[in-house]
């Protein structure tokens, strides 16, 4: 059988010190010299479901119910599920192990036409002012949520994923075209707080510290 390799649509300067192979991806797990953050990670090889029908009630991506209102986001187990207007949710599986595909015709996967990058740490907030307009301190809005707009003039979904200081997360996705000038545009914005990239393992644990 044909071994698929999938390409991720960013790649960073500093050298891999751990990776995996899975579901065809060359998953970085550790950079050298990560440092303390705050990081920039690539997640783009994570199993990304667009989900649309009339009623979305129905459904039950992975055993978690979908979101009623625009902008709110489920979030448990590494599953993000983010409801974007009346007929549409996008459902992030950030977790190691390979999801069960959706068998319902309404599901359409996006993971290899997306990015995904999350960054995460202290001064997170302080890098989105420099690259978006959009509203992270509304207090209408609770953590997870969802903001849709853009980032370095690019349309994204956006997620609020923790506001606190320390563990604050924001995970967005856009087209796999602007992988390349997105992470230069974030990196050069993070430049002055030390931002830099990083493994999936920090997001996993940043995930263990979410569900203790």
């Given at each position: 059988?044909?071994?698929?390799?999938r390409r991720s649509p960013v790649s960073f300067t500093i050298a891999p010190a751990r990776t995996e192979l899975r579901d065809?991806?060359?998953?970085?797990?550790?950079?050298?010299?990560?440092?303390?953050?705050?990081?920039?990670?690539?997640?783009?090889h994570s199993a990304k479901w667009d989900v649309q029908d009339i009623d979305l009630s129905q459904f039950r991506p992975w055993?978690?119910?979908?979101?009623?209102?625009?902008?709110?986001?489920?979030?448990?187990?590494?599953?993000?599920?983010?409801?974007?207007?009346?007929?549409?949710?996008?459902?992030?599986?950030?977790?190691?192990?390979?999801?069960?595909?959706?068998?319902?015709?309404?599901?359409?996967?996006?993971?290899?036409?997306?990015?995904?990058?999350?960054?995460?740490?202290?001064?997170?907030?302080?890098?989105?002012?420099?690259?978006?307009?959009?509203?992270?301190?509304?207090?209408?809005?609770?953590?997870?949520?969802?903001?849709?707009?853009?980032?370095?003039?690019?349309?994204?979904?956006?997620?609020?994923?923790?506001?606190?200081?320390?563990?604050?997360?924001?995970?967005?996705?856009?087209?796999?075209?602007?992988?390349?000038?997105?992470?230069?545009?974030?990196?050069?914005?993070?430049?002055?707080?030390?931002?830099?990239?990083?493994?999936?393992?920090?997001?996993?644990?940043?995930?263990?510290?979410?569900?203790?």
């Amino acid at each position: 059988m044909t071994q698929i390799f999938r390409r991720s649509p960013v790649s960073f300067t500093i050298a891999p010190a751990r990776t995996e192979l899975r579901d065809g991806w060359d998953v970085i797990l550790e950079y050298e010299s990560e440092g303390e953050g705050p990081y920039l990670i690539d997640l783009s090889h994570s199993a990304k479901w667009d989900v649309q029908d009339i009623d979305l009630s129905q459904f039950r991506p992975w055993g978690l119910s979908i979101p009623e209102t625009p902008g709110q986001c489920a979030f448990q187990n590494g599953i993000l599920i983010n409801r974007m207007n009346r007929t549409q949710a996008a459902c992030w599986h950030l977790c190691e192990t390979s999801p069960q595909v959706p068998g319902e015709s309404a599901y359409t996967e996006t993971t290899d036409a997306t990015l995904l990058l999350a960054i995460l740490g202290k001064h997170v907030f302080s890098v989105m002012e420099k690259v978006s307009a959009l509203d992270f301190f509304s207090p209408k809005r609770k953590a997870p949520f969802l903001l849709q707009g853009p980032i370095l003039h690019v349309p994204c979904q956006v997620v609020c994923a923790a506001k606190e200081d320390e563990g604050a997360a924001v995970l967005f996705t856009c087209s796999r075209g602007y992988g390349e000038s997105m992470t230069e545009g974030i990196l050069s914005a993070g430049a002055e707080w030390g931002l830099r990239p990083a493994g999936e393992n920090v997001v996993t644990h940043w995930l263990a510290g979410k569900s203790t």
